[in-house]
Nanobody, 123 residues
Framework: VQLVESGGDLVQAGGSLRLSCAAS????????MGWFRQAPGKEREFVTV????????HYAGSVKGRFTISRDNAKNTVDLQMNSLKAEDTAVYYC?????????????????WGQGTQVTVSA
């Protein structure tokens, strides 16, 4: 199993960024996929998850209405579109594979993680 994130960058507050996660080594469409983030000096936190078929998504309250998760089961990718970025969105963002098809906001519900991609939002 391999998860590789890309798209992290430095962006001004109010701007947008799109992260992508390329998955390989497993049957992608069998699993929910999630995004987490970890800010400096803080615990890693849940951002969003998408069900195996892309039909249902859940978001942390702090990003609801600004972030959108999507997946392409034909390309084995899961993307995170981030709009109206704030300084507090600055973090390393991780893509993760859920243990099953539905997904959860709990970190222990994920068994494989990418290496992370840095997002920095300047105020």
């Amino acid at each position: 199993v391999q998860l590789v994130e890309s798209g992290g960058d430095l962006v001004q507050a109010g701007g947008s960024l799109r992260l992508s996660c390329a998955a390989s080594g497993f049957t992608f469409s069998n699993y929910a996929m999630g995004w987490f983030r970890q800010a400096p000096g803080k615990e890693r936190e849940f951002v969003t998850v998408v069900r195996w078929d892309g039909a249902i998504m859940h978001y942390a309250g702090s990003v609801k209405g600004r972030f959108t998760i999507s997946r392409d089961n034909a390309k084995n990718t899961v993307d995170l579109q981030m709009n109206s970025l704030k300084a507090e969105d600055t973090a390393v963002y991780y893509c993760a594979r859920a243990r099953g098809p539905i997904g959860t906001s709990r970190e222990d519900g994920y068994d494989y993680w990418g290496q992370g991609t840095q997002v920095t939002v300047s105020a």
